[in-house]
């Protein structure tokens, strides 16, 4: 069968129909539906599994990053140091907040926040927290991080949203931080059946804060205690399904690491750079090569039936919707990373056979 997208997730869901309908269907006879029983089971469930003591389900991953900044003490007409090769989500973030973001490059060699650029970001003050974002599936040195960040007395928030999963030393991505946020977008490497969210942190006071600001600032009913608040909640069903989806999740991390492991062997193109996937913890939640002429790779690869994806092809300071307020703003290796990145199709369903179609299409390109 000719492969079709960037993911299954028929066949991905497909594979636990049994317990999902049943989960779903446990939910509409509860008639319970927003942060009930199952909300909370999943809380400790998914907490135990990053290591740490408190989740906080909500609504979705850029609100989850919000609000954990918003935890860990960042307001408005704050400044918060981010990437800005990481699909704008912390931007947004950030934005929502009414913070200012301060964009720092990423390094060439594992295209995530730069410890030393961040330094340099920090030196002089003014930035209240960091956002460290684990991107395509890789953990970010957190031990160089953290010491940058703690010598300048600035919050890290850690964007968990593409490495459920992922860990060094024992320990998992989201357990380094003041806070974390992780999204359950259905195409993340855990994924719910709509949009769902969670902060994760090791900080009661950061925990509270969040659980009262997920729910216009109450800390009971109709009492406003911390504010501003907001809506952010995560529903029944969502969190019913993570909980079965939850068990599955290392093993489909160790099937993409497989596939990731098979295309670095199989993709032998002298143009196409492969990513460095044995970096300890890396979860290959994106399988992601670069190339000079990427558009045309994409279009080889499409003119021969291959998917292919660019995440993300706009840095943040280049987006158009900012006009010219980042003009100044100069970040050669994320822009020249956002030029010449390619993602190939790694989900845990494609199969070895489809995995080397995709590896020969590569192969062929001539260019
Ligand atoms: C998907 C994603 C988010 C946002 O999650 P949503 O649930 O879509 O809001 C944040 N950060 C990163 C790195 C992501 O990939």
Redesign the pocket.
């Known amino acids: 069968m000719p492969l079709r997208a960037m993911n299954d997730l028929t066949a991905h869901n497909a594979s636990l129909a049994g317990e999902l309908s049943a989960a779903v269907t446990r939910v509409l006879d509860s008639g319970w539906y927003v942060l009930g029983r199952e909300v909370a089971a999943f809380e400790e469930a998914f907490a135990a599994h990053c290591g740490v003591p408190h989740a906080i389900g909500v609504g ?6 919000e609000l954990a900044l918003a935890g860990v003490g960042a307001g408005r007409g704050d400044r918060v140091a981010l990437v800005a090769n ?2 704008g ?2 931007t947004a973030a950030v934005h929502a907040l009414g913070a200012i973001p301060v964009y720092v490059d990423v390094s060439p060699e594992t295209w995530l926040l730069d410890p030393v650029a961040l330094d340099r970001a920090l030196t002089g003050g003014g930035v209240s927290a960091v956002i460290v ?1 684990h ?1 395509y599936g890789r953990l970010a040195d957190m031990v160089a991080l953290s010491a940058v960040a703690a010598r300048h007395g600035v919050r890290i928030v850690e ?1 968990c ?2 490495a459920h999963g992922a860990a060094r030393d024992g320990r998992r991505a989201g357990s380094f931080g003041d806070a974390a ?1 992780f ?3 259905p195409t ?1 490497n855990l994924g719910a059946l709509g ?3 969670i902060v994760v942190t090791a900080d009661p006071a950061v925990a509270e804060r969040v659980t009262r600001l997920r729910q216009y600032g109450w800390d009971r009913k109709y009492r406003m205690a911390t504010g501003p608040g907001r809506n952010s909640r995560l529903d029944e069903i969502q969190a019913a399904a993570l909980r079965v989806k939850l068990p599955h999740l290392d093993a489909w991390n160790a099937r993409r690491v497989e596939l990731a492991r098979r295309y670095t062997t199989s993709i032998t193109h002298p143009k196409v750079a492969l990513p460095a996937i044995e970096a300890p913890g890396h979860v290959a939640h994106l399988f992601v090569v670069r190339t000079a002429d990427r558009d045309g790779l994409a279009a080889h690869l499409r003119a021969h039936g291959v998917p292919s994806e660019t995440h993300y092809p706009i840095p943040d300071h280049r987006q158009p919707g900012f006009g010219d307020r980042f003009a100044d703003v100069s970040l050669p290796v994320t822009e020249q990373l956002c030029a010449e990145t390619l993602s190939l199709p790694c989900y845990p369903e494609l199969s070895d056979a489809d995995a080397d179609l995709v590896a020969d299409a590569v192969n062929r390109w001539e260019v």
């Open positions: 979705n991953g850029t609100d989850a990053l990481a699909g989500y912390g974002t991107l964007d949203a593409q946020a999204s359950f977008y993340k949009d769902a969210g």
